[in-house]
């Protein structure tokens, strides 16, 4: 029940829910349902999901009610109804599973022996969360949250103090950050004065999966987007320059697949001299309406169509250079098509105690494994910069796992990782936040720098762009030429 998304575009796309979500009361955990918690059975033998639940992390107290699915974000001395409302979409399987819709994305949960477990599986993400059942809904829960300017910001932040991961590795006292902000609240303070004392908070993390929204009668706002320093901007003239660049050194139009309603092309093909292929991933979502199904087959058709004649490929170029994110199971899906033999991408964990910030959830392998399609085994050569963000670097991390190995050319990736966790605070704010790492195989992330390239080069550097180069690019071609 989290989105893998970044900055203002996950916070807009998820406060239209928000705004059922606040109004959401208590009624929802009706008696009915602790009647069914007991034994977790469904009164005819079966596995029931009735009742109420708490994921092991990520601060969520969820509630099944006949065919709604609602939620509660917790801290430990708060709780309010958070932003994901599904509905149950179909009949239950034979095991208990039951698919919840939640807007433009779906969920499985399915209740495990015993009745007291159940695994959360969401749609276009990797790895599964585990919740367990509670016997009533959390005596927070069940009255109206306290609004005024001190609640709220002590709601945000022991939101980040109790899931947050990286305040050690960014050398952050958050306790004195705490002490130093709050002594400037008081009950007169309005919501632009703590609207920026939530930005003072979050600048310093300089993390690109924070973000804070501000709801309002005409919907949310996107008010604060965290980055690394140093890091490129995206704009239409750099993404325009850049599409310029690639196209001089391609021997043909490219193909353009996952085009949206505004004309503008998620995925590309194309071919460079010497038999290399070239692949431009501008995200990894957005391909298609439908859901992560139709997604998932706009991008195969893509790569059914570079991968068309794999006998004929030589070598093949992918660039994530202006990839801001998306789902991971998309880029597990170009991984796929890229091996013939299984391995391990990465394990993912997440922060599991709210009052130690060491411990974490036990940590699950996500694993590439072959495509029953066409696919190609060859060198590769992966292009990024600090604008390949989130899926895009798990998706570079999965790669790094590959044999033969994938060569990286350019720049550091962003540094963010983590799905995000989309935090209702009050009537007024939403935050985003990480709360997950993405483990190498010695236990180490790449939270903060990002991954850094095997060979560094320009990337849309201004002389780059008015002499309509693309080092990285050429570097690629040269380099799998060698090979």
């Known amino acids: 029940m989290t989105r893998r998304a970044v900055g203002r575009a996950a916070v807009g796309r998820a406060v239209a829910a928000t705004a059922v979500a606040l109004a959401t009361t208590v009624a929802v955990a009706a008696p009915g349902v602790a009647a069914t918690q007991a034994d977790g059975q469904d009164g005819r033998g079966g596995r029931s999901l009735q009742g109420v639940w708490q994921m092991d992390g990520y601060g969520l107290v969820a509630v099944v009610s006949g065919s709604s699915l609602t939620t509660y974000d917790v801290t430990t001395h708060s709780c309010v109804p958070g932003w994901v409302t599904g509905t149950q979409d179909g009949a239950p399987g034979r095991d208990g599973t039951v698919r919840y819709v939640l807007g433009d994305s779906a969920l499985t949960l399915t209740p495990q022996p015993g009745g007291r477990r159940a695994i959360d599986v969401e749609e276009g993400g990797t790895g599964t969360k585990t919740l367990r059942r509670l016997d009533a809904l959390p005596a927070l829960c069940t009255r109206p949250a306290p609004d005024d300017p001190l609640a709220v910001f ?9 899931n947050y991961p990286f305040f050690a590795a960014k050398g952050i006292d958050w306790h004195a950050a705490r002490d130093e902000q709050r002594a400037k609240i008081t009950p007169a303070t309005t919501t632009d004065q703590l609207q920026q004392i939530f930005i003072d908070l979050l600048t310093p993390l300089k993390d690109a999966h924070t973000s804070l929204a501000r709801v309002t009668g005409t919907g949310p706002t996107g008010v604060y987007s965290g980055r690394r320093d140093g890091s490129l901007k995206s704009t239409p003239a750099l993404r325009d320059a850049a599409r310029k660049a690639v196209d001089a050194q391609l021997t043909g139009p490219e193909q353009e697949f996952a085009v949206n309603a505004q004309g503008v092309s998620r995925l590309g093909v194309g071919r460079l001299p010497d038999g290399v292929g070239y692949l431009r991933v501008s995200g990894f979502d957005g391909y298609a309406t439908g859901g992560f199904a139709a997604q998932a087959k706009e991008l195969d058709r893509a790569l059914d169509a570079l991968l068309a004649d794999p006998d004929r490929l030589d070598g093949l170029v992918i660039d994530v250079r202006l990839n ?48 029953h399609t066409e696919h190609f085994t060859g060198p590769v050569a992966l292009l990024t910069s600090s604008l390949s963000i989130s899926a895009a670097e798990t998706f570079t991390q ?86």
Request: without cysteine; aromatic residues 8%; glycine residues 8%.
């Open 398 to 483: 999965t790669l790094m796992g590959r044999s033969p190995h994938v060569v990286r050319i350019g720049e550091n990736t962003q540094g963010v990782f983590s799905d995000v966790l989309i935090k209702t605070l009050s009537p007024d704010f939403m935050v985003v936040l990480p709360n997950e790492k993405y483990l190498t195989p010695d236990g180490s992330t790449f939270d903060g720098p990002g991954i850094p390239p095997d060979i560094r080069t320009p990337v849309f550097t201004d002389d780059e762009s008015a002499g309509l180069k693309d080092s990285a690019l050429s570097t690629a071609r040269r380099v799998l030429g060698e090979q």
């Open 154 to 162: 002590d709601r945000f932040w022991e939101t980040f103090e109790e």
């Open 324 to 371: 801001g994110g998306g789902s991971d199971a998309l880029g597990q899906q170009i991984a796929a098509r890229l091996t013939d033999r299984p391995y391990v991408a990465y394990r993912k964990v997440a922060r599991d105690d709210p009052a130690d910030p060491t411990k974490f959830t036990r940590p699950q392998p996500v694993v590439v494994r072959p495509a």
